[in-house]
């Protein structure tokens, strides 16, 4: 076989740690906090939002992040994230509810999401709630690998819960919280916006890709999920009347040619990605595969540039991504577009960070400039 018995190709468990700690509780004063998230899951996706915990356990108001920060710095202006909204707000002191339409995001379920290894920077404001009110973080996002909206979300009694919050008004500080107000927050004062790159001096055809085994052939029962082996047949030549298919995924890999359905590129291959120091690359990810994948390019901050469903619509960077980035989340059925400045010259990597991705062949040496030059 070439299926290595020791792995998962991916990996999801069953307790929410927080900070080291399981299903955390925080006491929080009626004001505002600043917060500072990483997914570091395994292979989970997270999609988070606050809820007021009713008296007999349900779910009640909703209360909003804003987001002020992402991977590689502040955004240029603060985000409201709800479920199934996206505002960008003006940073003049006007909300939603006070003068700012609320906007409808990509996707009805979305709310703060992220792939392995993004990080969001958030306030999330207390201020308004009574003493002991409790705060619950959910996570809506799938117990299984991540592939879009709409999908099932997590076990509510498990992994849907992340932590919780209380009020208590005793940690209330003297004279009031002197904090700004997210809704005020000016975080880019150049009034031409935040710097955009210019136009790239090359392309890379990229392809995310799920490679299938080159020795064993299976069938797959649609009702019992149950996969048997062909023993007659080796791949590319299955049984088309057993209906059997080579089994995958072997492994999640990387590649080029994207934009051509793709080509396998592994480790060991000569290196296919090398910019030319301190000049401007776009990087297209066209995934082939069935599953999101987080791509973390080392070494250089980048700009998303736009999503485009294969053969179809081209839509804008999320109102989040709007900031430096340095990891991305490349949708099946997409190919997703970043643009980078490759100013320092070396050897380095690109790949997933889903982590048994990454380490199972979707990670390859990209260099910037000739090898063991500086």
Not at 60 to 84: C, H, K, N, W
Not at 225 to 238: A, E, K, R, Y
Request: charged content about 15%.
């Amino acid at each position: 076989s070439d299926i290595a018995p020791v792995w998962n190709p991916e990996a999801f468990f069953n307790t929410m740690v927080v900070n080291g700690t399981t299903w955390p509780q925080l006491e929080v004063a009626q004001e505002r906090y600043r917060l500072r998230f990483v997914n570091a899951a395994d292979s989970r996706f997270l999609n988070m939002a606050l809820f007021v915990v009713n008296g007999g356990g349900s779910l009640g108001q909703e209360i909003p992040f804003y987001q002020i920060g992402s991977d590689q710095g502040l955004l240029p202006a603060v985000v409201r994230i709800e479920t199934g909204f996206a505002t960008t707000l003006p940073g003049d002191g006007s909300d939603v509810g006070s003068g700012v339409t609320p906007v409808p995001g990509t996707f009805a379920e979305q709310a703060l999401l992220m792939g392995p290894a993004e990080r969001t920077d958030v306030i999330v404001d207390f201020s308004g709630l009574a003493d002991g009110t409790v705060v619950r973080m959910i996570n809506t996002a799938p117990d299984a690998p991540f592939g879009g909206f709409p999908d099932v979300p997590a076990d509510p009694a498990t992994t849907g819960q992340v932590m919780q919050f209380v009020v208590n008004t005793s940690l209330n500080t003297t004279g009031g919280d002197p904090s700004t107000p997210a809704a005020s927050l000016m975080l880019n004062t150049d009034p031409g916006g935040v710097p955009k790159l210019g136009q790239p001096s090359a392309v890379q055809d990229l392809a995310l890709l799920e490679e299938e085994s080159a020795l064993l052939c299976v069938t797959l029962d649609a009702v019992t999920g149950v996969i048997d082996l062909d023993p007659d047949s080796v791949p590319p030549v299955c049984d088309p009347v057993l209906g059997s298919v080579p089994f995958g995924p072997k492994a999640a890999v990387l590649g080029v040619n994207g934009s051509r359905g793709g080509t396998v590129q592994l480790w060991d291959d000569p290196i296919a990605q090398n910019p030319v120091p301190n000049t401007i690359e776009t990087w297209e990810l066209w995934n082939w595969s069935a599953d999101a994948h987080p791509i973390h390019l080392h070494l250089v901050k980048f700009e998303v540039v736009n999503r485009q469903i294969i053969g179809g619509a081209v839509r804008p960077p999320e109102p989040w991504e709007e900031g430096w980035k340095d990891t991305v989340i490349g949708y099946p059925g997409e190919v997703t577009r970043v643009k980078a400045l490759f100013d320092i010259p070396g050897l380095y990597v690109w790949h997933c960070h889903i982590l048994s991705h990454e380490d199972n062949e979707m990670m390859v040496p990209f260099c910037v400039g000739e090898a063991g030059v500086d």
